[in-house]
C-alpha cells in the first residue's frame, strides 16, 4: 500500500496494485457499518439529518470544505435519502455516505463519505468533523478504517483532496 499527502498538490492516494487486490469489488458490501477501536461509521440516511444538522452550524468546518451549510434539518434529509447514489454523469461511479459516532458516549462527530467506481477506484473520499472533535485522532482513525473498508471490499485506489493551508487534514491522511 502506498499512501501520499502533498500541501501543495493537496491530494492523498491510497494505491494498491491491482494485481495484488483478490478482493472482487462488491458496491452493495461498500455501504455498510465501519467499526474501529472508539468509532462507529454508520451508514448515512435521512434519519441522521436531525443529529448531524447542529454540527453543520460550526462556521469554522467551512474554511475547508466546498459545501454549504445546509439551509435546514429537511434539506440535508432530502440529500441523505438516496443513498448511495449514482453520480450524475458517471454511469459506474456511486456515492456513499457515513455518520461518525463515538461508542463510548455515543456522540455524533462528523461525516465522511467515498465515490466509488466501478472499475475499484474511489475518485474522492471526504470527511468532516466538528471542530470540538478536532485535534483528537478521530479523523486518523475514521479515514484509516474506512479506508480498509473500502480495500476489503474490492477499492484498490483512493482519492482525496485537501484544501491547500489544510495541514491538519494533510495529517489525518499521511
Known amino acids: 500500500m502506498v499512501m501520499a499527502a502533498g500541501s501543495l498538490a493537496g491530494a492523498w492516494r491510497v494505491n494498491l496494485n491491482q494485481e495484488v487486490c483478490m478482493q472482487q469489488l462488491d458496491i ?3 455501504g455498510t457499518a465501519v467499526l474501529s477501536e472508539r468509532l462507529c461509521l454508520e451508514p448515512l440516511q435521512a434519519e441522521h439529518a436531525t443529529a448531524l444538522f447542529p454540527l453543520f452550524q460550526h462556521p469554522r468546518i467551512y474554511d475547508w470544505i466546498s459545501m454549504r451549510r445546509p439551509a435546514s434539518i429537511e434539506a440535508l434529509a432530502k440529500a441523505w435519502r438516496d443513498l448511495p447514489f449514482k453520480a450524475a454523469g458517471e454511469p459506474d461511479e456511486y456515492g456513499f455516505g457515513w455518520a461518525v459516532r463515538r461508542l463510548e458516549d455515543g456522540a455524533w462527530l462528523g461525516k465522511m463519505d467515498a ?5 475499484g477506484i474511489a475518485s474522492n473520499v471526504g470527511y468532516w468533523f466538528a471542530p470540538d472533535y478536532w485535534g483528537q485522532g478521530h479523523a486518523s482513525e475514521a479515514v484509516s478504517a474506512l479506508a480498509h473498508h473500502l480495500v476489503l471490499h474490492g ?20
Open 28 to 30: 452493495s458490501a461498500i
Open 115 to 119: 465515490d466509488v467506481r466501478a472499475d
Open 155 to 174: 477499492v484498490y485506489e483512493q482519492r482525496a483532496t485537501v484544501t491547500v493551508g489544510n495541514e491538519a487534514s494533510i495529517r489525518v491522511l499521511e
